[in-house]
């Protein structure tokens, strides 16, 4: 049995090799209407980003723990710029109602499902002052912005798998298993297969 792993390009895609690490800067210019973050746990000490006037505050010196969270963010007039439930690792988006541009300031807070405020953070998504994809501020990195001349920045480029099992030996194959695990996932393609 010989095994032929190949990356492919989708449609309107780039080839694999030609993957090329995004530009880290997500405003050149204009507002951002959306930025995705994801929610990491942990403390102020992790914070890393170049804005000065961002600020981290815990509200305990212990660690929180895993699970699920409140986390909402406001404008400074009070407008809502999300407002739900995310687990550790998972990602939300802070954005207008209107889809407008975010303003210069943010004001998040991170509270535990039974109400105890964990954390509060105030950043500047709106694109004005430093802002770059994987910072951090608070327990929030930045995964993607958008901005309004409807440019998305992201850190994830999707890439498509194909495997090709060929029989180069004079036997009959029967093919039983075909799996693939990355980031402790597994993946099984025995169904797909046919």
């Known amino acids: 049995v010989d095994v032929d792993i190949r990356c492919e390009q989708v449609p309107g895609g ?3 090799v030609d ?3 995004p530009n880290i800067i997500c405003s050149d210019g204009n507002k951002m209407t959306a930025i995705r973050m994801k929610y990491l746990r942990g403390s102020c000490d992790q914070d890393g980003n170049n804005q000065e006037a961002s600020s981290c505050i815990d509200a305990s010196d212990e660690e929180p723990i895993m699970g699920d969270y409140e986390i909402r963010c406001e404008s400074p007039s009070g407008e809502s710029l999300f407002d739900g439930t995310v687990g550790v690792g998972e990602e939300f988006t802070i954005e207008t109602a209107n889809g407008g541009d975010l303003p210069s300031r943010s004001n998040c807070t991170v509270t535990s499902l039974r109400g105890e405020l ?4 105030i950043f500047d998504p709106s694109g004005e002052s430093s802002l770059q994809l994987r910072d951090v501020f608070c327990s929030f990195q930045v995964e993607s912005c958008e901005d309004n001349g409807g440019q998305e920045k992201s850190c994830i480029a ?5 495997y090709k099992f060929q029989n180069v030996g004079t036997n009959n194959m029967t093919i039983s298993s075909a799996n693939r695990t990355q980031d402790s996932v597994t993946v ?4 797909e297969m046919g």
């Open 14 to 16: 780039v080839d694999c």
């Open 19 to 21: 993957i090329q690490k």
């Open 118 to 121: 964990v954390q509060t953070c």
């Open 158 to 162: 999707e890439v498509l798998y194909a």
């Open 188 to 191: 099984d393609y025995t169904k």
